[in-house]
Nanobody, 126 residues
């Protein structure tokens, strides 16, 4: 398994969750990473991304200021810290790896990602 996402759950509006994405060593060491989400009946959409070096991050406008993406090189893991959650954040969250090697690339384009995790459900109640 290249990517394993975890950390989803049920939380009340205004609460927080931290998602984790454990990557294989080979994937983690050569990829930029991203988080996407898909709500029922909607297209999969970009949430956040982080470059291979960790020096570049990018966020969707809808989560800017509430979510933070980070990475732990010792654990081959990327995190998505989600705060001030809203019912509109309810979705299946997917992590993904972009194998186009670049120190600063952190794309929001879904088609740029080569590997996808299995998804983790986040449900925010009002």
């Amino acid at each position: 398994v290249q990517l394993q996402a975890s950390g989803g759950g049920l939380v009340q509006a205004g609460g927080s969750l931290r998602l984790s994405c454990k990557a294989s060593r080979r994937t983690y060491s050569t990829s930029a990473m991203g988080w996407f989400r898909q709500a029922p009946g909607r297209e999969r959409e970009f949430v956040a991304s982080i470059s291979w070096s960790g020096g570049t991050t990018r966020y969707a406008d809808s989560v800017k200021g509430r979510f933070t993406i980070s990475k732990d090189n010792a654990k081959d893991t990327v995190y998505l810290q989600m705060g001030d959650l809203e019912p509109e954040d309810t979705a299946v969250y997917y992590c993904a790896a972009d194998r186009t090697f670049s120190r600063s690339r952190a794309t929001q384009l879904l088609e740029s990602y080569d590997f996808w995790g299995q998804g983790t459900q986040v449900t925010v109640s009002s």
